[in-house]
């Protein structure tokens, strides 16, 4: 059963389940609450968990002629919705560019924050001291002139083939109705997103950060995805790095009870 909470002028959709501290669970591009369908009802066993879709994502209004989905919008609505219910300091969980969200709001709103826990967030472009590789580069250019052609033929299976040719190769025909369908009916807040720039920052940034920050990754992702997120974990002042075996990007979904297990040992001692 989903609630409805008002947040910067609409109202985001959320689960919540359980008692106890709170946790905040942040989705990536493309998808909303339902891509922790796997973690909402274990993790309440233990914490109260709030899981939500960003706005134009599912069940939420789509995206209009003056959508507004600027990354400092999307982490405005994150301390709005902490704010919201009442939950400061949470603990954040983000996934991939939600992992970006949850780290922009520890360092614009440190009092919001319990814990950091990112699951590969989507930094490796934001990074200005990440030295990518000239194979990663390319990757990346690639990547984008694809996705703009995907979204120029109006075709969302064309572009969620492409974002996942790119994020996790090979991962698609394995992948269930519902979280295909998740994605494709998100693509019109996908491409609000790509259009709008996002910020820079460094490592010393991210030094500022004094929570306690648990950095996931998945074993078979991308080169990119996983030195990003390891360039990532160093930078923290209070830091651990887990890999998730047998998982790629998706690593909440390819192996929900490592991942469960992961952010659960973290939690116990955060």
């Given at each position: 059963?989903?609630?409805?909470?008002?947040?910067?002028?609409?109202?985001?959709?959320?689960?919540?389940?359980?008692?106890?501290?709170?946790?905040?669970?942040?989705?990536?591009?493309?998808?909303?609450?339902?891509?922790?369908?796997?973690?909402?009802?274990?993790?309440?066993?233990?914490?109260?968990?709030?899981?939500?879709?960003?706005?134009?994502?599912?069940?939420?209004?789509?995206?209009?002629?003056?959508?507004?989905?600027?990354?400092?919008?999307?982490?405005?609505?994150?301390?709005?919705?902490?704010?919201?219910?009442?939950?400061?300091?949470?603990?954040?969980?983000?996934?991939?560019?939600?992992?970006?969200?949850?780290?922009?709001?520890?360092?614009?709103?440190?009092?919001?924050v319990r814990s950091l826990l990112l699951a590969e967030p989507g930094v490796a472009a934001l990074?200005?001291?990440?030295?990518?590789?000239?194979?990663?580069?390319?990757?990346?250019?690639?990547?984008?002139?694809?996705?703009?052609?995907?979204?120029?033929?109006?075709?969302?299976?064309?572009?969620?083939?492409?974002?996942?040719?790119?994020?996790?190769?090979?991962?698609?025909?394995?992948?269930?109705?519902?979280?295909?369908?998740?994605?494709?009916?998100?693509?019109?807040?996908?491409?609000?997103?790509?259009?709008?720039?996002?910020?820079?920052?460094?490592?010393?940034?991210?030094?500022?950060?004094?929570?306690?920050?648990?950095?996931?990754?998945?074993?078979?992702?991308?080169?990119?995805?996983?030195?990003?997120?390891?360039?990532?974990?160093?930078?923290?002042?209070?830091?651990?790095?887990?890999?998730?075996?047998?998982?790629?990007?998706?690593?909440?979904?390819?192996?929900?009870?490592?991942?469960?297990?992961?952010?659960?040992?973290?939690?116990?001692?955060?």
């Amino acid at each position: 059963m989903h609630t409805q909470v008002a947040v910067s002028g609409m109202r985001l959709a959320c689960e919540e389940r359980g008692t106890g501290s709170p946790i905040v669970l942040v989705p990536g591009s493309a998808c909303d609450l339902r891509v922790w369908v796997n973690q909402i009802e274990p993790l309440s066993s233990w914490y109260r968990v709030i899981a939500y879709s960003r706005r134009y994502t599912w069940p939420n209004a789509g995206p209009d002629a003056g959508a507004d989905a600027s990354f400092a919008r999307q982490v405005g609505d994150l301390a709005g919705l902490i704010k919201s219910l009442g939950i400061a300091p949470a603990h954040i969980v983000g996934h991939s560019f939600g992992g970006t969200i949850a780290l922009f709001l520890a360092f614009e709103h440190p009092e919001l924050v319990r814990s950091l826990l990112l699951a590969e967030p989507g930094v490796a472009a934001l990074l200005e001291d990440f030295p990518r590789t000239d194979t990663e580069l390319d990757a990346s250019q690639n990547f984008a002139r694809a996705l703009q052609e995907a979204f120029a033929s109006g075709d969302s299976a064309f572009v969620v083939e492409a974002s996942f040719d790119y994020v996790a190769p090979g991962t698609m025909p394995a992948m269930s109705a519902e979280i295909r369908n998740m994605l494709l009916g998100n693509v019109p807040a996908l491409k609000v997103e790509r259009s709008t720039p996002r910020p820079r920052f460094t490592c010393g940034d991210v030094r500022r950060i004094a929570v306690p920050a648990l950095v996931l990754v998945g074993d078979r992702s991308p080169s990119a995805f996983r030195r990003s997120a390891e360039f990532l974990a160093q930078c923290f002042p209070r830091s651990a790095l887990v890999s998730i075996a047998g998982a790629g990007h998706m690593m909440q979904l390819d192996n929900p009870q490592a991942f469960n297990e992961s952010v659960l040992a973290f939690l116990a001692t955060a």
